[in-house]
């Protein structure tokens, strides 16, 4: 079975082809990525457990679904994952969060590690990994050993744009770790990035190019 899930919900498609345009503004891009990210947590969240509670409406008493006390962690591969995680916490406010460093080696495209910080009982949390481009899958990869070291109680990964290669290397050593991604575009260019992609999304979301 494919764990990989492509979320071609029309309001997403639209949203990225505006985010894809090399003449959209950075807050533009920003605003956009975080729109994104509502709707595809929406997705990724489709599976929460939930528990009939009893309330009183103001017409009379109810027997109402809640959700069952799932403790939920997104982690955010930055410096891009940021700008999934503001959408993410929009939806769900109470999230704990952890940050995870991780630069591409210009030459080799290895992930190198700058940074770590999740919250203490990530071994109770279910956890969403965010990271916008699943490129050569190296970053991907490396954060969610990193998660699994700390063994959280499930992982779900969660991009936006994907290439082919990502996806295979990501399956290749976390089959049991569900992708959810808004594009699985065409490939890999010479340098790494994603053809036709949108450029480096970290430049793009803090104008620094
Ligand atoms: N990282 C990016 O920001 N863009 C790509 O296309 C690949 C990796």
Known sequence: ?????????????????????????????????????????????????????DIVTPVGPARVPTLSGKKLCIVSVLRAGNGILEGMLDLIPSARVGHIGLYRDP?????????????????????????????????????????????????????????PEGVAAFQADHPDVPIFTAALDQKLNDHGYIVPGLGDAGDRLFGTK
């Open 1 to 53: 079975m494919s764990t990989l899930t492509v979320v071609d919900h029309p309001l997403v498609q639209h949203k990225l082809t505006l985010m894809r345009r090399t003449d959209t503004p950075t807050a533009e891009f920003r605003r956009l990525l975080r729109e994104i990210a509502l709707l595809l947590g929406y997705e990724v969240t489709r599976d929460l457990a939930t528990e009939l509670i």
């Open 107 to 163: 030459t080799t495209l290895e992930a190198i590690e700058y940074y770590f910080k999740v919250p203490e009982d990530i071994s109770e949390r279910d956890v969403i990994v965010v990271d916008p481009m699943l490129a050569t899958g190296n970053s991907a990869v490396a954060a969610v050993h990193r998660i699994k070291a700390r063994e959280a109680k499930s992982i779900k990964y969660v991009c936006l744009v994907a290439a």
